[in-house]
């Protein structure tokens, strides 16, 4: 019968298959090499302690079989593998991106990890330490073109996603219970705040433990009426989301007034303890769009990776803070990161449809936009949630003045106008301590 620990052979080797740590009983341990000798292996340059060896395996044997045979030896005290342990830090996923290397997506989401980016790592780590790791537990509504969840059919669930990671939807645009992507936005956007994440492919998901709650409210061309939005919000709140993403806008003649009922489902959400976070827009107005411009949702604008306003995206008075979303800076005189002369930064990257097939799945160019920085939002407040850092059950107001209380300032200086708190920073939202925080 083989010890304990490691019985379980679908368990991952979580210790070193090379060498064993032996104890000999007092005054009975032999010389590292002869040792080593005897079990069969090279001894080591240094000892853990008096009496204790460390003996490397020779070729061929596993450490189980050593652990046996060691443990049925005179004078050995017991005999236990090499456990490795892990630092207690940020988390580095091995999906590959492109690159074909554990790793890889770093070389493409500059908007997770590096300068001007989000934070992810400290984030993924603050919610690991607390117990919910990717926001685990949080649903997460993605009001859309739909979202690849599913293999039904001519669908395909994306790549970059497992079953077990959605909740059941509704299509608002076909009226059923298949909210099946026909456009690629959605799939996108739900990348952004959930796809899987440290299994070896693809990138990376923001809250890649949250579940997420496909809503089809827009049509393959990407269109859809505010009726029907607001149809899929009192959906979302009434099945069980504890975050909408908005990332969707209507055109900037549109007022509160035009668009009532959608007003009133975003009130409902809010009275009803669902975060809301919509996109401000792509027009480059100094006013934002409807339905992130209501007082109930959280707006949303666009950076570049150089840490400068989008040149697309809206501004103004109601924008709630920034995230990134790629593409070209704007050009503001007296902002240090923003230089339009130059090369346009990077697009945002997630996995989603490669052409026209819904059966076609990669990593395409092309998506910038507020609608890419939106989601980064929605999921930094499930991770908020799940990580308990507000307490249990936290309110929308909260969640909101904890991401911008902890944004990171951007601009020359004033410049609230522009970015609003400044710059989504999850790994400071997830911190332990700071504003807001309650004693877990």
């Known amino acids: 019968m083989l ?147 599913a293999n039904r059919g001519a669908f395909r669930r994306s790549p970059d996603f497992s079953r077990f990671q959605f909740v059941a939807g509704y299509d608002f645009i076909a009226h059923n219970t298949l909210p099946n992507d026909r456009n690629g936005h959605g799939t996108f956007v739900a990348g952004t705040i959930a796809e899987s994440t440290n299994n070896r492919y693809g990138l990376t998901g923001l809250a890649y433990g949250a579940r997420i709650m496909p809503v089809r409210v827009l049509d393959a061309d990407g269109e859809g009426e505010a009726s029907t939005i607001a149809e899929g919000v009192r959906f979302a709140v009434n099945h069980g989301a504890r975050v909408i993403n908005l990332s969707l806008e209507f055109s900037s003649s549109v007022t509160a007034s035009d668009i009532p009922e959608l007003i009133d489902a975003l009130r409902y959400a809010t009275r009803h303890g669902v975060f809301v976070d919509g996109a401000a827009g792509n027009e480059a107005h100094a006013a934002i769009a409807y339905p992130a411009r209501a007082r109930y949702v959280v707006a949303v604008g666009a950076t570049t990776e150089h840490g400068c306003l989008a040149d697309y995206s809206n501004d103004g008075s109601g924008l709630t803070l920034v995230a990134p979303g790629g593409g070209a800076d704007a050009n503001l005189a007296g902002d240090p990161n923003c230089r339009p002369e130059q090369q346009a930064g990077r697009d945002i990257f997630q996995v989603t449809f490669t052409g026209s097939s819904v059966r076609r799945f990669g990593i395409p160019s092309g998506y910038e936009g507020t609608s890419m920085a939106a989601p980064h939002v929605a999921a930094a407040a499930a991770l908020i949630i799940a990580s308990r850092v507000l307490g249990r059950h936290p309110t929308p107001a909260q969640i909101t003045a904890r991401l911008r209380a902890t944004a990171r300032k951007l601009g020359g200086g004033g410049d609230e106008g522009l970015y609003g708190a400044g710059l989504l920073d999850v790994g400071a939202a997830t911190r332990p301590g700071g504003p807001g925080a309650v004693a877990r």
Not at 16 to 40: D, I, L, M
Not at 42 to 69: F, H, I, K, M, Y
Not at 107 to 135: C, K
């Open 3 to 149: 010890p304990a620990p490691l019985a379980r052979a679908s368990e991952p080797q979580d210790y070193s298959p090379q060498q064993v740590v032996v104890k000999y009983a007092s005054g009975h341990a032999q010389p590292a090499r002869t040792a080593s000798a005897q079990a069969g292996g090279q001894p080591q340059a240094g000892e853990p302690a008096p009496d204790t060896r460390l003996v490397r395996l020779p070729s061929g044997e596993s450490v189980p079989r050593a652990l046996w045979r060691l443990r049925h030896e005179r004078n050995v005290v017991w005999a236990v593998p090499d456990y490795r342990a892990h630092a207690a830090g940020q988390l580095v996923p091995n999906d590959i991106g492109t690159a074909a290397v554990p790793g890889g997506w770093q070389q493409l989401q500059w908007n997770f990890s590096g300068l001007d980016s989000v934070n992810a790592p400290e984030a993924w780590a603050n919610v690991a330490a607390a117990g919910a790791p990717g926001g685990r537990g949080v649903v997460v509504a993605v009001l859309d073109t739909g979202v690849a969840y």
